[in-house]
């Protein structure tokens, strides 16, 4: 099973743009599907974006769609949430999760995926 590290949050102006990456451990990385979601506070964790193991298929919430993309590098163990045109209500702690059960598409209705990582936090100012 892989472990997970988010990396790249910080405080951002509106309208400015962050990249989020998730390294993860371990040999079977390209086996996962991939997904990054987020919590606000005094919210629920919602789906963010998925992508298929092979990175040929990615998945959005529509309230990302068009501002943030989702990709993921094999040999590098790593998968990126590049996020652009950031508003003050993308501001949440951003984790990123792995399923070899559950696929990409199905991500953003899973009840439960079998790794997390720990979380970043991203602030957008107004």
């Known amino acids: 099973q892989v472990q997970l590290v988010e990396s790249g949050g910080g405080l951002v102006q509106a309208g400015g743009s962050l990249r989020l990456s998730c390294a993860a451990s371990g040999r079977t990385f390209s086996s996962y599907a991939m997904g990054w979601f987020r919590q606000a506070p005094r919210k629920e964790r919602e789906f963010v974006a998925a992508?298929?193991?092979?990175?040929?298929?990615?998945y959005y919430a529509d309230s990302v769609k068009g501002r943030f993309t989702i990709s993921r590098d094999n040999a590098k163990n790593t998968v990126y949430l590049q996020m652009t045109s950031l508003k003050p209500e993308d501001t949440a702690v951003y984790y990123c999760?792995?399923?070899?059960?559950?696929?990409?598409?199905?991500?953003?209705?899973?009840?439960?995926?079998?790794?997390w990582g720990q979380g970043t936090l991203v602030t957008v100012s107004s």
């Open positions: 992508i298929s193991w092979s990175g040929g298929n990615t």
């Open positions: 999760a792995a399923s070899r059960i559950t696929t990409a598409q199905a991500m953003g209705v899973a009840r439960s995926l079998e790794v």
